[in-house]
């Protein structure tokens, strides 16, 4: 079965301090996978997508296929990465549609 | 980026009657639209995909008689909540994806999603 995990429902960091939101998928083919954020009062956002392999805002993913990872990192949070962050995975052939996880709130405190 | 954009933002109806959620793709033709749920503080649940021109794929659970979905345009799906009851309170988002020339999906644009109170 599809699955997209999220353990942290918070994370709260001071301002310039490393942040990584984890991310755990179960898919038995290749999947593709995704970083979305939404900030607050704002629709949801594409981050990144694994295959482009991009840094943007500073943030940078990484799959890990052995580790079935996709984990989220930043090595110097800001206030305005304050958001909550969605890992989502979308497989071949399948339309497609996105699986999301939970969400982790992360929280940038000065 | 892509602009989808969802009507109503929010919609206060009451118990038995029924609510129709629009999302249309303002400056790009989606080949596929999506339709997901959202409960406080949790995460999105794919509720259906629409394609253009054909009847949704609706995912384990999802009643399609309760939650009617039409993509008449590559530009427009509704999602009609039928009979609406209060469990049906809930945030709803669409989003749309189309294809680039290599047939590969583009990223997905969500709207703004939409508040549905039912009373």
């Known amino acids: 079965a599809q699955r997209v995990t999220q353990p942290e429902k918070l994370l709260s960091v001071f301002k310039g301090a490393p942040v990584e939101l984890k991310c755990n998928y179960s898919?038995?083919?290749?999947?593709?996978l995704f970083w979305y954020v939404q900030y607050s009062r704002q629709r949801l956002q594409l981050l990144l997508r694994?295959?482009s392999r991009e840094s943007i805002k500073g943030f940078t993913a990484d799959l890990n296929k052995g580790e079935t990872s996709f984990h989220l990192k930043k090595p110097f949070a800001q206030e305005e990465d304050s958001a909550m962050y969605y890992c989502?995975?979308?497989?071949?052939?399948?339309?497609?549609?996105?699986?999301f996880g939970q969400g982790t709130e992360l929280s940038v405190k000065p | 980026g892509a602009v989808v954009s969802q009507h109503p933002s929010r919609v206060i109806c009451k118990s038995g009657t029924s609510v129709k959620i629009e999302c249309r793709s303002l400056?790009?033709?989606?080949?596929?639209m999506f339709w997901y749920r959202q409960f406080p503080k949790q995460s999105l649940m794919l509720m259906a995909t629409?394609?253009?021109?054909?009847?949704?794929?609706?995912e384990q659970g999802v009643e399609k008689d309760k939650f009617l979905i039409n993509h008449a345009s590559l530009t427009l799906s509704t999602l009609t909540v039928t009979s609406a009851h209060p469990e049906d309170s809930s945030f709803y988002i669409c989003?749309?994806?189309?294809?680039?020339?290599?047939?590969?999906?583009?990223?997905?644009?969500f709207g703004q999603g939409t508040r549905l109170t039912v009373v």
């Open positions: 989003s749309a994806r189309s294809r680039d020339k290599g047939r590969r999906n583009t990223e997905a644009f």
């Open positions: 898919y038995s083919g290749s999947p593709e």
């Open positions: 694994h295959i």
């Open positions: 989502a995975l979308s497989g071949y052939n399948q339309g497609g549609k996105l699986i």
């Open positions: 400056d790009f033709q989606a080949t596929t």
């Open positions: 629409s394609n253009e021109g054909s009847k949704a794929t609706y």
